[in-house]
Structures are given as structure tokens and as C-alpha cells.
């Protein structure tokens, strides 16, 4: 996949940034995330959606519609998602 243009990369950044997605589990590679809502933290340089799925983890999937289904604003399964399960949380016990 080439890198988009700066133009593309911006739509790409309005359009998914900050939305809750599922990753599309028609992809083999995708399967880990079935049934699972994550929100798009950025589109990075490459066009790939940096996605917290609440594990601790971020993950780097194409930012698309073959690969990203966008979950609508009155799913239910919206409230599975939990903002403070990120790997971004303070951690008192290991600071000093």
C-alpha cells in the first residue's frame, strides 16, 4: 500500500479519528478482534487507523471500510468499550 498524499491522509483523519469501529472479521488476520469495539485514536502517516480496543494495547489496522466497519451512535455495544482500560493510564506504583 502506497502512502496517501496529505490531502487523502486528512479525510482519512476527519472521517475515522475519534469514531468507534470493528475491525472486520472476514480477515483472518482480524479474527482476534471479533465481536470487539475500539475507538480510532489517529490515522497515522502510512493510512493505517491506530485503534484502542481498551486492552492495553493499540493497534494499527487500514483505515477502510474493508478492513473498519464504524459502529453506529446507538449501538448498544458502544458501552463496552472503556476509556480507562488504555495503556495510557497513570501507574502510581511505578512512579517515583
Known amino acids: 500500500m502506497r502512502n496517501p498524499d496529505p490531502t487523502t491522509l486528512e479525510d482519512l483523519r476527519d472521517k475515522w479519528t475519534d469514531?468507534?469501529?470493528?475491525a472486520n472479521p472476514d480477515k483472518p488476520e482480524h479474527k482476534r478482534f471479533e465481536g470487539r469495539v475500539g475507538r480510532v485514536v489517529t490515522v497515522n502517516w502510512s493510512g493505517k487507523a491506530i485503534i484502542d480496543f481498551a486492552d492495553g494495547a493499540w493497534y494499527d489496522l487500514p483505515a477502510s471500510e474493508e478492513?473498519?466497519?464504524?459502529?453506529?451512535?446507538?449501538d448498544p455495544?458502544?458501552?463496552?468499550?472503556?476509556?480507562?482500560?488504555?495503556?495510557?493510564?497513570a501507574r502510581p506504583d511505578r512512579q517515583g
Open 67 to 74: 478492513y473498519l466497519t464504524l459502529v453506529p451512535a446507538d
Open 77 to 89: 455495544a458502544k458501552t463496552k468499550y472503556d476509556p480507562k482500560r488504555t495503556s495510557a493510564q
Open 19 to 22: 469514531q468507534f469501529v470493528r
